[in-house]
């Protein structure tokens, strides 16, 4: 009787410490190797990372130390006895990327992990709750570095499962009709609310009295008054098949053909899935004698939280904006990575970008975008700009999760990525000069014949695009647009290598970015106009030219203001690409209220058109005039504002890699308030902006346990009155147009006004 008691004891005991019901301050959010649910994934990592998020006992509360314990079973764990590694306590305020440092880890086993903590009273936290996490192969032989294999998961009740080894694996969702339509003829109509990437699950009850032996089914993305669009145009689908039919109840799935690939790196679903396309909408054509007991759209995507982020403001159209992007983001990830489109499939290091940045503003998941790198490194795609887009997103990788493995383990990779094998006498660089040799291409993983520069997209040329999105850019052997990317890719080629300590290479990108950026001014700036040209040898000058040295901080500060008015004339002639930089641009040169403004325009270029045609994800072009033949309904390089958002309306930014310092400048325009909570690797972060546009400012913020932050408020006019949690304060300093005040953890309210 003891016996029996001890077990349920101890088992009710294991399912609420594996289920995350720890008590008091205990850590949450643990990750292994970057993974908040490595229990259903692999790693392939003899010596894995830990982090967690440290929760306050106190006011204004740090971690001062910790303790990690490993073993072979979660029973050894809650006894007391880790038999594989035991920090014991170490005096440390590091909460992530802790290496594990234990007996050697065998492949193709379960592991369990937890940790306590103490903070500044010396105190320790209860334990976390315990995480597994599994092994897969170590040593295998891979086509590339950072493969990541669709493997087969052994759980301990002797079934198994399959998952991807590295990063989080994707997962069928099941969504329910939200509209439901009989046809006096029969028919039947279904809308499901939102487009993705899914097949139909139904259960059918089926009289065969009548001979037929197949039932139709169609889906499609876009609607049409209660209806499917049948010629949706451009890429936008619909499609109508059959489903085979038995007598009686029975479930069914809608077969979808197999994707077949059509550009050199797409992608295809692992064959024990079913195929995927997609839909918003169904319509079944009935016969006698049928009835759909159910109906179920299968969304395919990676694990989701969709309460780690969200925002809302005065203004519906922004929150409609955001939660379009929102959703577009982890929509597209049908693959386990940042592959989307239905025509094609595969990853572009641009997209990528785009989607990594806007992943870390909706969810605490850093895998699949460390994964979508990985690939993109050994799997170059054509634009000569999108290479440098590699540089970008190692950078982003360290920045967001203050991890060194990817840009260590990369580096000689990343130094080619930032095309420096293109640099002519000039001191520029050009895709047009000959140095495309086999050995340079090579240096970047691109398999093609040569790169060629893209400027924007889509380009007008030959009448394909007939309208194009290049504002008539004017492409020379030298582009502007291509020497501004370089210029990026230098500076933060320069922040990689003082991460990795290459002293050598930090003077000598340092110094080449100067360099370029003095020629770059030379060669393209018109000092008639002051504003940039497309390159040298053209007297033409397009939004392109200019914005991108705006977003990269090659315009000096005596000729910002022409080239900040030249970039508001040119309204939104680009693409939906290449608005992430206009944002950037504009917000960056502290233009809040205009960059509101163009972000919630009401015109056939934004984000709101693409809500009034009615996609629910966002689209590959402005609007199909745009791009009249290849448009897809499901493109998340358009979702930029899921990040922009967060990160320049309400100013939330990480001041080092890893966020334990935080800069907190939010640049919220006319908007009378605004929210947002922000998933970072040490834990949320919530900002709350009310004001009087003009008059006063109030901001409350919560920042985790173990950082610090740097509150930026307007200078409202050179006399102002500053409250901190209530009380006058006079610890601000003026920097520019803003008034800084430092910030403990936890939660402070700072307020601003004229005097």
Known sequence: MKKNFRYIAFSLFSFIALNGFAQGNAPTGLLCDLLPHPEIATITNKTPDFGWIVNAGVKDDYQSAYRVQVATSASLLLDGHPDLWDSEKKLSGQSINIRYGGKSLQPHQHYYWRVCTWGKTGIQ????????????????????????????????????????????PVNFHDVAPVKTIAYKNGNIFYDFKKDAFAYLALNITWDDRVKYDSLEVSIGEKGMTDSIDRKPGGGILYNSYKIALKKGVHDYILELPRFVPQFPHSEVMPLQMPEVIPFRYAEIKTIPGLKVNSIVQKALYVKFNPGASSFSCSDDKLNQIYELCKYSTIANTFNGDYANSERERMMYEADCYIQQMSHYAIDRDFATARYSTENLIYHASWPTEWINHSVFMAWADYLYTGNKDLIEQYYTDLKAKTLIGLETSEGLISSRTGLQTKSFLASIHFDGDMIHDIDDWPDADQGIYPNGETDNYERKDYNTVVNAFYY???????????????????????????????????????????????????????????????????????????????????????????????????YNSEQGNYALELMTNDSDRGWLNMIRVGATMTTEAWDIKYDPHDISWSHAWAASPAHIIPRKIMGIEPAEPGYGKINIKPQPGDLKWARMKLPTIRGEISVDINQDPGNWFTVATSIPANTTAKIYLPKLSDKYLLTVDGKVSKTGKIEGNWVVVNSASGSHKFGIKKS
Not at 131 to 159: C, H, I, M, Y
Not at 532 to 557: C, E, K, N, W
């Open 125 to 168: 936290s209860p334990w976390s709750a315990i995480q597994r996490f599994n092994t897969s192969d170590f040593d295998l032989a891979r086509p590339w570095p950072g493969e990541s294999r669709w493997v087969e998961l052994p759980e301990e009740n002797g079934k198994t499962s399959w998952t991807f080894e590295n990063r989080e």
């Open 488 to 586: 990026r890719a230098l500076i933060l080629m320069s922040r990689i290598a003082r991460a990795t300590n290459h002293p050598d290479d930090i003077a000598f990108f340092e110094a080449k970015a100067e360099k370029v950026k003095k020629k770059f001014n030379e060669d393209f700036f018109d000092s008639v106009n002051k504003i940039y040209i497309d390159g040298i040898g053209s007297r033409h000058f397009s939004l392109q030219a200019t914005m991108f040295p705006l977003a990269f901080g090659l315009v000096p500060d005596e000729y910002k203001e022409s080239v900040v008015n030249y970039v508001k004339s040119k309204w939104m002639a680009c693409s939906v690409y290449a608005a992430n930089y206009l944002m950037e641009a504009l």
